[in-house]
């Protein structure tokens, strides 16, 4: 991809200056950065320790991940310590382009920085995809609108299905898959019926930040279809970029940090995670007499036992007095990952189809801007 610099309109320069995150109005102290950058790293191994050493020097935390095809993650902290660690990320090879997008936060929306490797940065699982050689086209988001209101375009949200349920684009094709890995099959089990006219359609996909449309259009194309395109910088940009009342999005931007959401302008939103299934809450769940802080929401209330409900309660307990100390009580932190690692999938699923009933219910969570 010769002209990918050329592209990409978004990126600051290496000068460690940060100046389109420095300018908040609400005055909010915590810069977060989310970003990407497909290129080939011959030894992404070795690129791990000096990256973690510097992030955790300047107090940035967050999760960055390193495979052999490049880099992707989204950090947060002080402005000199991110443009710190944008300065170094950019200084590696063939990465002095990389996408960045950057919001604002109260506080740190993570409780510790991590560093991984990985096989994929973004896991599609299908061999020889390479965003690097073929891609589809970038449609800027002052440009997407105009797409979008074409007849003739067919709009997918190539994002995970509870990630569609608190938000997408009006008239977008949601193809309900619970990972990113499930994408190539949807798109060949309804490869007919994409092509049901005769013709080969024009495909335009979205995701939060890019990345997962990177590889999906190169998917897509390597599939043999030409006409594909996928909006630059992902939902992310498109809301720091459109004003509410010309955009076409519709409810709130799932983020993988503990703001949950934001919305136009990148503004934290309104939803909140339930610390027992991770399932996004709305202030709707909230009110329900099945919702408790820490322990249950109406997602997965039915599923729990007494024991389960006490463990909630206990951790909830506490998170909180750790909080009332002016600490992080990271164990509550970890027990969520490994209560979500034993939950059987048949019941994330359960719970994520009833969050979208809700939330698509005359009287649920108003996904309208």
């Not at 920085?113 to 390479?130: A, C, W, Y």
């Not at 509870?162 to 898959?177: I, S, W």
């Not at 999906?216 to 809301?239: C, R, S």
Request: glycine share 8%; with cysteine; proline share 6%.
């Amino acid at each position: 991809m010769t002209d990918r610099a050329a592209r990409t309109t978004d990126a600051v320069t290496a000068n460690p200056t940060l100046p389109a995150a420095q300018q908040d109005p609400a005055g909010r102290p915590v810069c977060v950065a989310a970003l990407y950058r497909f290129t080939h790293f011959e030894d992404p191994a070795a690129l791990r320790a000096p990256l973690l050493d510097l992030c955790t020097a300047h107090g940035v935390k967050g999760i960055l991940l390193l495979a052999t095809e490049g880099l992707n993650g989204t950090i947060a902290g002080p402005d000199d310590g991110i443009a710190a660690v944008l300065a170094h990320i950019r200084s590696l090879p063939n990465c002095a382009q990389t996408e960045v997008k950057f919001s604002r936060a109260d506080t740190l929306p993570f409780l510790r920085m991590k560093v991984r490797l990985k096989k994929e940065i973004v896991s599609m699982g299908v061999e020889g995809i390479d965003p690097n050689r073929s891609v589809g086209t970038y449609v800027p988001p002052e440009a997407w609108n105009d797409l979008l209101r074409d007849p003739d375009t067919i709009l997918i949200d190539t994002r995970n299905d509870y990630e569609v349920a608190v938000g997408t684009f009006e008239g977008a094709m949601d193809p309900r898959t619970r990972t990113f890995r499930e994408f190539p099959q949807w798109f060949r089990d309804n490869r007919d019926t994409l092509l049901a006219n005769g013709t080969k359609p024009r495909i335009a996909m979205f995701c939060t930040g890019g990345i997962r449309c990177e590889k999906a259009t190169a998917f897509v194309k390597a599939e043999g279809l030409d006409e594909v395109y996928h909006l630059q910088g992902g939902i992310l940009k498109y809301l720091e970029t459109i004003p509410q009342e010309q955009s076409l999005w519709r409810g709130e931007c799932f983020v993988f940090d503990q703001r949950v959401t934001v919305g136009h302008g990148l503004e934290p939103g309104t939803l909140e995670l339930c610390h027992a299934c991770r399932t996004p809450v709305s202030p709707q769940d909230k009110a329900s007499p099945l919702f408790e802080t820490g322990v249950s929401c109406p997602a997965c209330h039915d599923q729990l036992d007494t024991t389960g409900r006490m463990r909630h309660a206990e951790r909830e307990r506490q998170t909180r007095l750790a909080a009332q100390r002016g600490e992080a009580h990271l164990g509550a932190d970890m027990a969520a990952a490994r209560s979500r690692k034993r939950q059987q999938r048949e019941h994330e699923l359960r719970h994520q189809h009833a969050l979208r009933h809700r939330m698509n219910a005359p009287d649920g969570h108003d996904t309208t801007d």
